[in-house]
């Protein structure tokens, strides 16, 4: 027998062996989800679906929940960063201000930490606008508690269902961008948090990892000055999506859909450093969003400041690719100037 035709059948054999292997794990980790989401019955849909950078993901059709979405991810963080990502979408959830998978549950199945959702059909048209504006809503709903809040504290006998306003910057649960902790402990002052539970902390993360001197050297600098980019800001602190870059917002037959978040409580403003890094979002989104939430005095720099998380995120991440950015970013000298902000929205 011809070699060729040898491997061949091995080949055969052995593609057949892993597709029956597949099949078994399917049918395992089906019945892993049916038990753990107390289903009566679950059926896959199609195949084809992404769960973004790091994970894996399937959907089904089930009973109770009906169309639902999983992710699955094998990594030792799994557990941590699906408990963030379900934390942040029910809090986005509960502001009712733009539409999220809603979270079903966290769990195990065979070797994977999974994470279960509604599904979401998201081939709806493409509105600019409305995103626009619903992002907005979202980063003005704490600002509006607060200010309820304050109003409520001067009328006598007024109800005490209005949800409770958040005043300080951070989040009740660690989160994730990609398998990068986010550090979101509570904390009164925003360049404080952003210049140590972002920056320094990914800083950190790369020099350890690759001990490039640059990066060590260029860091001190940019720390003194961080605190000019933020003079004369009142910031607020609002719920941010945390990841809205293209890939993560969608539109269904209603309006827009925004999902995979690494949430918390911060400026607003953060949400464009990796919203404006890889495009995506056209002028009739940022017109629509700065209609409700004007640009204050030094937008731009600190827009800037903000994206140097995700490129140092990046180059943890993906490698060395993303350094000459972040590292150009780190060069900057350049402070905001001009009339005091009125405020950080």
């Known amino acids: 027998m011809w070699p060729f035709a040898t491997m061949r059948i091995n080949l055969g054999a052995f593609l057949r062996a ?10 395992e980790v089906m ?6 989401l107390d289903l009566g019955s679950i059926k896959e849909l199609r195949s084809g679906f992404s769960g973004g ?7 089904y059709k089930t009973d109770k929940y009906g169309d639902i979405f999983v ?4 990594n030792e963080k799994a557990q941590e960063m699906f408990n963030g990502e379900f934390a942040s979408l029910q809090a986005l959830l ?10 079903i549950k966290v769990f195990s199945a065979n070797s994977d930490c999974c994470l279960a959702m509604e599904f979401i059909d998201m081939r709806g048209p493409s509105d600019s606008e409305k995103l626009g504006t619903t992002i907005a809503k979202l980063h003005l709903h704490n600002k509006s508690l607060m200010e309820a809040s304050k109003n409520k504290e001067s009328t006598i006998g007024s109800s005490d269902k209005q949800p409770k306003p958040i005043e300080k910057f951070g989040f009740d649960i660690l989160t994730y961008s990609g398998y990068c902790p986010l550090i979101n402990e509570w904390s009164d002052n925003w360049v404080e948090f952003y210049s140590q539970n972002r920056l ?5 993360i790369i020099v350890e990892k690759t001990g490039d001197r640059e990066l060590l050297t260029l860091w001190p600098n940019l720390e003194r000055k961080i605190p000019e980019y933020f003079k004369n800001c009142d910031i607020y602190p609002c719920l941010l999506h945390g990841d809205l870059w293209s890939g993560n917002y969608s539109f269904t037959k209603d309006g827009p859909v925004i999902f995979d978040p690494a949430s918390f409580y911060g400026h607003s403003e953060y949400e464009f450093g990796i919203l404006t890094m890889f495009g995506g979002f056209d002028n009739a989104f940022h017109t629509a969003y700065h209609k409700m939430i004007p640009q204050t005095s030094g937008f731009t720099q600190r827009v800037l400041l903000y994206q140097l998380f995700h490129h140092l995120n990046h180059w943890n991440h993906f490698g ?14 350049r402070c905001p100037v001009g009339p005091p902000c009125k405020t950080g929205f």
Not at 320 to 333: I, Q, S, T
């Open 18 to 27: 892993a597709l029956s292997s597949r099949a078994l794990h399917s049918k």
């Open 31 to 36: 019945e892993a989800i049916k038990v753990e």
């Open 53 to 59: 950078c790091i994970n894996r993901a399937k959907a």
């Open 71 to 74: 992710k699955f991810n094998d």
């Open 94 to 103: 509960d502001t009712n201000t733009i539409r999220v998978p809603k979270p």
């Open 200 to 204: 320094k902390k990914v800083i950190d």
């Open 320 to 333: 060395a690719g993303y350094k000459p950015g972040a590292l150009d970013l780190m060069r900057r000298e």
